[in-house]
């Protein structure tokens, strides 16, 4: 079985400029949640979606944004991109209620 | 403010070895604690789970040591093998949270095997 996908693998994106990063998750799993990965440190969670409504959200400015779609696959957009958003993100999906979050490749985002 | 601590950035172990790796936490609403494990390059790999009903729970080489009181878990692989190398993270995660399950991550140890 496959497990989470994301697209795309590296993005090379200048300040201002905004970006689409998709993921779809593993078959069944119903719940899709976001982590941003800056380098040296742990996932810093972003926003988590299921049934199509956002469930939790950490603590990041309104230029970050997501949706999840009727076959469950998800998409996080950045806003006016800033230096700082350069980072591996992270999509993950579980089952609803389920405790464990497997991870996808990431995509990772270079803001020049 | 850190909730989920690793205090040890990197550790290195023989072959055949035990590698302990350790985590703090401080938040008391945490009541379940994953371990993943990442390679260059790639997402995070799940390895091991605890509740904290719990105080111990193994899967083949890895077992997982949950201490309540003292807010600590620990990895334990025995024996560690060179395709062991990876950064390893630890997370937490409040499941009665309204904010559904969200992950709350350590800073990661980088564990080196020497052959």
């Known amino acids: 079985d496959a497990g989470v996908t994301q697209s795309p693998t590296h993005l090379i994106k200048t300040r201002g400029q905004q970006v689409t990063l998709r993921c779809s998750p593993i078959?069944?799993?119903?719940?899709v949640s976001w982590y941003q990965q800056v380098l040296g440190q742990g996932p810093q969670f972003i926003f988590q979606y299921y049934e199509k409504e956002e469930r939790g959200r950490g603590n990041f400015p309104d230029r970050f944004s997501a949706r999840q779609f009727p076959n469950y696959s998800s998409e996080l957009n950045v806003n006016a991109l800033l230096l700082g958003d350069s980072a591996l993100y992270l999509c993950?999906?579980?089952?609803?209620?389920?405790?464990?979050?497997?991870f996808g490749p990431g995509t990772r985002l270079l803001v020049l | 403010d850190q909730q989920v601590k690793q205090n040890s950035p990197s550790l290195s172990v023989q072959e055949g070895r035990i590698s302990i790796l350790n985590c703090d936490y401080t938040?008391?609403?945490?009541?379940?604690f994953l371990w993943y494990k990442k390679y260059p390059a790639e997402g995070p790999t799940f390895l091991i789970s605890?509740?904290?009903?719990?105080d111990k729970n193994e899967d083949g080489r890895f077992t997982v040591f949950l201490n309540k009181s003292a807010k600590h878990l620990s990895l334990h692989i025995v024996p560690s093998q060179p395709g062991d190398s990876a950064v390893y993270f630890c997370?937490?995660?409040?499941?009665?949270?309204?904010?559904?399950?969200?992950?709350?991550f350590g800073g990661g140890t980088r564990v080196l095997v020497k052959p």
């Open positions: 997370a937490a995660m409040a499941l009665l949270y309204a904010a559904g399950n969200k992950l709350t």
């Open positions: 993950a999906s579980s089952l609803v209620g389920g405790e464990t979050q497997y």
């Open positions: 938040n008391s609403m945490f009541d379940y």
């Open positions: 078959s069944g799993h119903k719940s």
């Open positions: 605890i509740s904290s009903i719990k």
